[in-house]
């Protein structure tokens, strides 16, 4: 079993940057896909960013592509979500989800077995 612990957001105004940080306890944290997905008020909650269990590979939505970045250190657990350029539209509660089963990554948040218990992204314009 894992459990998720989302940190590092807040309110920042458009253009801003913020890094949020998701450590996992357990010893078998490499042998999970690590997945950000955020849910707005009122919306569906849907994927944000994946990354690989060697780190190797990152995947992102179209919306945040070359402003988000999405790193691991499995040596400390931790998967990193690096936002740049933040927009209003990215006002949102961001979740990172654990996945033991998909090859590379997955979108579909159902496959995530493990939930952290999210963090607040506000962005002003």
């Known amino acids: 079993q894992v459990q998720l612990v989302e940190s590092g957001g807040g309110l920042v105004q458009a253009g801003g940057s913020l890094r949020l940080s998701c450590v996992a306890s357990?010893?078998?944290?490499?042998?999970?896909?690590i997945g950000w997905f955020r849910q707005a008020p009122g919306k569906e909650r849907e994927f944000v960013a994946a990354?690989?269990?060697?780190?190797?590979?990152?995947y992102f939505v179209d919306s945040v592509k070359g402003r988000f970045t999405i790193s691991r250190d499995n040596a400390k657990n931790t998967v990193y979500l690096r936002m740049n350029s933040l927009k209003p539209e990215d006002t949102a509660v961001y979740y990172c989800?654990?996945?033991?089963?998909?090859?590379?990554?997955?979108?579909?948040?159902?496959?995530?077995?493990?939930w952290g218990q999210g963090t607040r992204v506000t962005v002003s314009s």
């Open positions: 989800a654990a996945d033991a089963r998909s090859g590379t990554y997955s979108d579909q948040k159902e496959l995530y077995d493990y």
């Open positions: 990354i690989s269990r060697s780190g190797a590979t990152g």
């Open positions: 357990g010893r078998t944290f490499r042998n999970y896909v």
